[in-house]
Structure formats: structure tokens, C-alpha cells
């Protein structure tokens, strides 16, 4: 079968031959992959920009860790999920061993594996996976809102982790899908106003007011405190970091109320400075958000059957597995929101 792989420590990624993996072992199940979303994260894997060295162990390696499929194969003692159902996957899986897994927090783990960054993911027609990472679809939802899971997983936990409550202003910095996710489910969850940043991003700034997000700001024609204080009314209770550009903690410090919290989920390459002193005497928290957990797959996929229909707007460009590279080279352009690719 042929599979979207990244063959070594260099930028780029190449479709290539792979075996057709075997019967799933214990506890596995085999899937046939329907929709694969490329990540902000596979885009960084696939350009080899720094921050992704402890990926080199694992590689060649099949990318692809947002998606949903068809059981194919059980292997022994899996009762569920069975051949036929519908599933997304939790790519992260825990040891069950370590400190952090004793102590249940799984989502801690400190070996754990993930899949399409450390073992095979679902840029292929055929992935294995954990039964017990399997999430069955709700009826009405299907395979590429399914893929749509992880990302909004990843946004529902950053606004955990910030500890959002209803009539929150927020502002969210960044345009891309978490960007979108986080501002979507922001608004979902009752905070007011919800303004979305970008910079020079006006083909996802267009997609995000599709979706509902009224409030975005195109930081190429407006200075985002001028803009939020004309939206809000002055600065906001919460800021949501998405891009990865070191001056947008700076940025997002500057628009915080007294004793706001600012969530960073972007991945920096590079070291970040800002103003200390000014964090001390504001009172400003900064919170580290990261992937997200089981609860977060239960909670998401339980929405996806209720609302999912709305966030298809998300998806931009389907694709078939074999314009892989072209799917990456669109996502790395910002010229696409979230891109499907459909082995
Ligand atoms: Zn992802
Ligand atoms: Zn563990």
C-alpha cells in the first residue's frame, strides 16, 4: 500500500511502498483510513523546523494522527470497538506503567506513544491502533468530521486549562484550525466577546466568519490592541496563544486585564522574552496547554453528534492521499484551513 512517510531527519515527506500492516496484535484493531487531517504539527515535521528532534528515533515513519475509519480486524481480548463501526482515535497512548500512569494521570505519561509521530499514523489506506484510544462516531457524523476530533480535543483543553466561565472576553491569537477550534468552542461555551487574530490570514479570517466567529482581526491592516479595545471595550479576561510566533506572547500580555490568564498551545522554536515585572505587578498567569485527554475525546465526540454539521466549514480542501505533499504545501501557505486527505 502506499503511505504519506517522513523518511529522515531533512525537510520534505514522500509517498511511498509500505507492507500492508498484519492482523492487529492483542488489544489492537486494524482501520481503514477514510479522512487523515493535516496538523500544524505534521506541517512542522514536514518542514523539520526545530522543536521536533526527538522525532528522529522514530523515523521513517507514516505521519497522520487526526482521522477516523473503519474497523476492519480485532486482534484478541477486544470486545469493542467491532469490524464495521466507525471510529477516531486518541493518537496518544499512556504506558499504564510509569509514575505519572500510577498516579492517574495517564494524559501525563512520560513514555508514551503517539500515533503518526512516534508509531505508524493514518496517512495510509490502513493504520493500527489501540482499542482502547477507538471512539465510536455518533450516528449522523461522518469520517472527515470525525478526523475534525483531535484538533478540537486540543482547543476544548487549552480552555480547560485556562479555566474559562461563561461571559469571558476572550481574544484568540492565531487563525489556523486550533485558532478556529479554541474561538468556536469559546463561543460555545458562552464567553463574550470572541475576537479572532490573524496576521495576513484573510483566506482563514473568511473561513472563521463562516463559522460564526464574527470578530476577526487582520493584524496586517489593524493594531490589535486598537482593535480589541474597539470590540471589547478595553483588554480581555483571557488570551489563547495558536501561532508559535514568539511576539504574540508579548502581544497577548499587552491586551490582558489585571490577573488575566493567558494560554499558550503554540509550538515556539525559539525562546520567547517579555516583560516579567510587567506579569509580576498585573498579577498575569501564563498556563501551558498540550494535547488534551480522554475526557476531552468523550466531551467532543458527544458534540460532534449534536452540532458537527456546523463545523464542516472547517475543511477546505479534500484530497486524495497520493496529492499528499500538495495537501502540506497548501496548509504551509495559510492559503487552507483544515486540509483532508482521503486515502
Ligand atoms: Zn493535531
Ligand atoms: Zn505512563
Redesign the pocket.
Known amino acids: 500500500m502506499k503511505a504519506l512517510r517522513k523518511r529522515g531527519a531533512e525537510p520534505g515527506l514522500s509517498i511511498v511502498e509500505v507492507p500492508r500492516p498484519g492482523a492487529p496484535c492483542a488489544g489492537e484493531v486494524l482501520i481503514a483510513v477514510e479522512a487523515a487531517?493535516i496538523?500544524?504539527?505534521?506541517v512542522h515535521v514536514y518542514e523539520w523546523t526545530s522543536g521536533y528532534e526527538w522525532m528522529r528515533a522514530a523515523l521513517p515513519l507514516t505521519l497522520g494522527?487526526?482521522f477516523a475509519g473503519r474497523v476492519v480486524e480485532v486482534g484478541e481480548g477486544v470486545s469493542e470497538p467491532v469490524p464495521g463501526d466507525l471510529v477516531t482515535v486518541q493518537?496518544t497512548a499512556s504506558c499504564s506503567a510509569c509514575a505519572a500512569c500510577r498516579r492517574g494521570h495517564p494524559d501525563l505519561c512520560t513514555a508514551k506513544r503517539t500515533l503518526g509521530l512516534t508509531r505508524d499514523g493514518a496517512f495510509a489506506p490502513l493504520v493500527t491502533a489501540p482499542a482502547a484510544s477507538c471512539f465510536r462516531l455518533p450516528s449522523g457524523v461522518d469520517a472527515e468530521l470525525g478526523a475534525l476530533t483531535?484538533?478540537l480535543c486540543?482547543a476544548a483543553h487549552a480552555l480547560e486549562v485556562g479555566g474559562l466561565r461563561l461571559g469571558h472576553s476572550v481574544v484568540v491569537l492565531g487563525a489556523g484550525t486550533i485558532g478556529q477550534a479554541i474561538a468556536l468552542l469559546a463561543k460555545r461555551a458562552g464567553a463574550a466577546p470572541v475576537i479572532l487574530a490573524g496576521l495576513d490570514d484573510a483566506p482563514r479570517l473568511a473561513a472563521a466568519r463562516d463559522l460564526g466567529i464574527e470578530h476577526t482581526v487582520d493584524l496586517a491592516a489593524e493594531d490589535l490592541e486598537a482593535a480589541v479595545t474597539r470590540i471589547a471595550g478595553g483588554k480581555v479576561e483571557m488570551v489563547l496563544e495558536a501561532t508559535g510566533v514568539p511576539v504574540s506572547i508579548r502581544d497577548g500580555l499587552g491586551i490582558l486585564q489585571r490577573r488575566g490568564v493567558l494560554v499558550t498551545t503554540g509550538i515556539h522554536a525559539e525562546p520567547v522574552a517579555f516583560d516579567l515585572t510587567g506579569l509580576v505587578r498585573n498579577q498575569h498567569q501564563i498556563r501551558g496547554s498540550h494535547a488534551s485527554t480522554r475526557r476531552d475525546f468523550e466531551t467532543v465526540v458527544r458534540l460532534l453528534g449534536e452540532e458537527g454539521d456546523r463545523l464542516r466549514a472547517m475543511i477546505t480542501h479534500r484530497l486524495p492521499l497520493e496529492d499528499g505533499v500538495r495537501g502540506f504545501e497548501l496548509s504551509r501557505q495559510r492559503s487552507a484551513l483544515k486540509v483532508m486527505l482521503r486515502p
Open positions: 487531517g496538523c500544524g504539527s505534521d494522527h487526526e493518537p483531535e484538533p486540543v
